[in-house]
């Protein structure tokens, strides 16, 4: 004889389910925000419960306004301060944790970007919480998906945190449509913390082409390419002609051939453009850590046994001294 459980369990289970509650924090650079940052609002969507955002910084309220467009958040906080402008973790994570317990969040998600890595474990340990990083994937509002070992290995974590302090990889949650939201906008606390450190400068590397970590395509070298004249004489010529960016493996930017801030892979950037076009690159997995979530992977490499081969869904074994030129005059020709 089979009977309904009690009419009330279900209601009980929706009220306890409304509790959970996200707070996305964004990034902004200059007064723009950085749309990059919004896989933390889509990871909260993946999460269920509302989603509030926050902001922090100088002329922030513009900003918020503008993010307030962004699709699946509920409110958006912002503490105009210009004190927060470089996202230096010493106030930065005072001024969240005292935002968080005002708001009281279940959840706290942030990009797995520099701003994220350095911010987010001075939350955690602010709150006496463990933090979760690099998260792919979001199975339930406990369990977790994030890889290990370069990708090697992926885990699986569950957390019975009360508050779940966690940083989540951009290629795994698409960035949510920019328009069509009206969420409110409301200030924040600030608390104002003392801060120790002080913002000295910053040196940026240049360029007119799409920025590395959003770019829909990439073209990328490696040791192959034997010098940094080979590297500018062969690579900027092809990304000019695809409109792609740059980036290189490690090898390469160990070598000299490309600069730091274009490394792609375990200790370098993360990404996952339409298009990923690499030539004299192995395919080592510290390198396939940052680039194979990408759509359309193309490899050119002399020897028809690199790994890179195992993950290309277009491979040219040939020599790129010969292949890049000519596919560069292919693509200008068209
Ligand atoms: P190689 O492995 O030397 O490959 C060069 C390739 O070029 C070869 O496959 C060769 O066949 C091909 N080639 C040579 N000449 C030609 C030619 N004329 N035409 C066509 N093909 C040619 N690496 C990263 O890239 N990013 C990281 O973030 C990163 N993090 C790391 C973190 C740790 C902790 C460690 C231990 C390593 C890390 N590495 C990283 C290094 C990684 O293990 C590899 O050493 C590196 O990716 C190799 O770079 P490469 O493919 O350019 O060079």
């Known amino acids: 004889h089979l009977r309904l459980s009690q009419p009330s369990a279900l209601p009980q289970y929706s009220a306890l389910a409304r ?26 969507q993946k999460l269920g419960g509302s989603v509030t955002a926050f902001l922090a910084g100088s002329g922030v309220k513009a900003v918020a306004d503008e993010a307030a467009k962004v699709k699946g958040i509920e409110k958006i906080i912002y503490v105009e301060n210009g004190a927060y402008d470089k996202g230096l973790p010493e106030n930065y994570a005072p001024l969240l944790v005292e935002n968080i317990k005002k708001g009281g969040f279940t959840h706290v998600l942030a990009s797995h970007s520099a701003f994220g890595k350095n ?48 940083t989540v990889r951009g290629t795994g949650f698409p960035t949510p449509e920019t328009e069509g939201g009206s969420a409110a906008v409301e200030e924040g606390a600030d608390p104002k913390a003392e801060c120790q450190t002080e913002w000295v400068s910053e040196d940026l590397a240049k360029s007119d082409r799409p920025d590395l970590s959003s770019a829909e395509k990439v073209v990328s070298g490696g040791r192959g390419l034997k010098s940094k004249e080979e590297f500018d004489r062969l690579m900027p010529p092809l990304a000019d002609a695809l409109g792609a960016a740059i980036g290189a493996s490690r090898a390469a930017v160990d070598s000299g051939f490309a600069d730091n801030s274009l490394q792609v892979g375990q200790t370098g950037k993360n990404v996952a453009p339409q298009l990923y076009l690499c030539a004299g690159i192995s395919g080592a997995i ?36 010969e292949k890049v030129p000519e596919l560069t005059e292919k693509l200008k020709a068209q």
Request: hydrophobic residues 45%; without cysteine; aromatic residues 4%.
């Open 19 to 44: 509790l959970l509650s996200t707070l996305a924090v964004l990034e902004q650079k200059d007064g723009k925000l950085i749309n990059t940052s919004l896989a933390a609002v889509s990871a909260g």
């Open 119 to 166: 911010i987010m474990p001075r939350v955690a340990a602010l709150l006496d919480t463990q933090q979760l990083s690099d998260v792919t994937e979001i199975q339930s509002e406990d369990t977790f998906v994030r890889p290990i070992y370069a990708g090697n290995a992926i885990l699986t974590v569950q957390s019975t945190d009360d508050i779940k302090i966690i």
């Open 286 to 321: 510290q390198h396939l850590a940052g680039m194979k979530d990408s759509k359309v992977i193309a490899a050119i490499n002399k020897d028809g046994d690199a790994p890179i081969f195992q993950v290309a869904d277009v491979g040219l074994v040939g020599d790129l001294f």
